[in-house]
Every structure is written in C-alpha cells, then in structure tokens.
C-alpha cells in the first residue's frame, strides 16, 4: 500500500513569495490533515478536511494561509505572502475516518520550507 | 485547553540501556493516548496508543501505560538498539478538543554503539 505522498520535499523562498505545498493520501482515506512543524516543536494543526469539506481550520492563518482538497482526493496548501516565521515543515497525514479519537493518523515526509 | 508536555532531549544512551520518556498530559475529558517516532528523514509514524485508563500500549519492545491518576503517558523500553535513535512525539486525542491531536514537543534519543 502506498503511503501520503507530498511534493516538494523542499523548498527555499524569499519573504513575500508564495509557495504552495501538494498532498496526496493513501487511497481511500477520507480525512486529510496539514500541520506546520516548526523546529523544536511538535506538529500543530493547521487544516482538517473529511473528505472535501473543512471540519477544523481555527488555527489557519487565513490571511496568508489558504488550502484546498478538490474531488475529495489529494490537497494543496498554499501560502502567500510568506513570512520568515513561517519557515517549518509542513506535514500532510491522512486516516480513514479522522473523526474517533482512536484513528491512527499516515503521516507524509514533510515539506521543509525556508524563507529567507 | 489540552496539552502535552514530555521530557527535553536530547537523551544519549549506550546500546542496551534502559530507556524511560517522560509524558504527562492535560485534558478535560478522557483522551486517547499515542506515541508517535520520526525516524531521521522519515515522516512521523504512530509507535503504540492506549485508549483508556490502564491500558498498556506496546510496540517494538517499547510499552507506555495511561496512568489516569497522574495523568502520564511514559514510554519505556528494556534494552535500546542503535537503530531506535529518533525522535518521540507524546501525543492526545480528545473528544472535547474536536478529536484534534495535540503533540509534545518531541524528545530526541541518540542510541551509540
């Protein structure tokens, strides 16, 4: 079974770019997360979407911060402008109900931002 | 609100050592209780959960018991290996928290040789 896939693994820009961050989840999983991992701390919850529509996004910086999960399939997270304090990794993991607190949550490897 | 609070790292221990990580927590219901790893290069993956007071989770010859009345979550192993260096996630999930998993700050092991 293929695991979360995110695309770039990577990325460095300059304050005020934007950047956008692409998520697919393991096949069948209707619940789809991004959480912002910034060094030293653990994964705080940015977005959850259950299947296309948003069930949690209180802790989107919805100025700057915008996300989208078309077809109920794969995700992108988009930020715009950029602020250096938003150099983090960006973390898509999926589950197949997401709403029990004992689903196991799929994580991806992470996008690492840089924003110089 | 919930929150998580484990030990700070990093922990250095020699192969075969004992390991303990501590975790308490904080929550206004009855949370769900996991251990998650990170793996150099690797996304977060879950290690073992409890799903109520006295359950014990085990996983890779590690344990953790939800310990209600204080509040902890501690993950201990007999004998590390070098392969286990990673960094831990103590983390919760609540009901009155919408279900949403609130993660501790990570603890960093090194395992040497």
């Known amino acids: 079974e293929a695991g979360v896939a995110q695309s770039p693994r990577y990325k460095i820009i300059e304050k005020r770019q934007s950047v956008a961050f692409w998520c697919n989840p393991i096949s069948g999983h209707a619940t789809l997360y991004w959480y912002q991992q910034i060094l030293g701390q653990g994964p705080k919850l940015l977005i959850q979407?259950?299947?296309?529509?948003?069930?949690?996004d209180s802790q989107l910086p919805k100025d700057r911060f915008s996300a989208e999960r078309l077809k109920g399939v794969d995700s992108t997270l988009k930020i715009q402008p950029a602020k250096l304090e938003d150099s983090a990794v960006y973390l898509c993991a999926s589950n197949q109900l997401g709403l029990a607190a004992t689903d196991t949550q799929y994580f991806g490897p992470g996008t690492r931002l840089t924003v110089l | 609100g919930d929150s998580v609070t484990q030990m700070e790292g990093p922990v250095t221990l020699s192969e075969e050592a004992c390991l303990t990580i501590n975790c308490t927590y904080t929550a206004t219901g009855y949370p769900s209780l996991f251990w998650y790893v990170q793996y150099p290069g690797e996304g977060l993956q879950l290690l073992l959960k409890a799903t109520k007071a006295d359950d014990k989770g085990s996983n890779k010859g590690f344990e953790a018991t939800y310990r209600k009345e204080t509040t902890s979550f501690h993950l201990e192993k007999g004998s590390v290996q070098v392969s286990d260096s990673a960094v831990y996630f103590c983390a919760l999930s609540d009901l009155s928290g919408g279900f949403k998993t609130i993660f501790g700050a990570g603890t960093r092991l090194f395992v040497k040789a």
């Open positions: 979407f259950q299947n296309n529509g948003v069930v949690d």
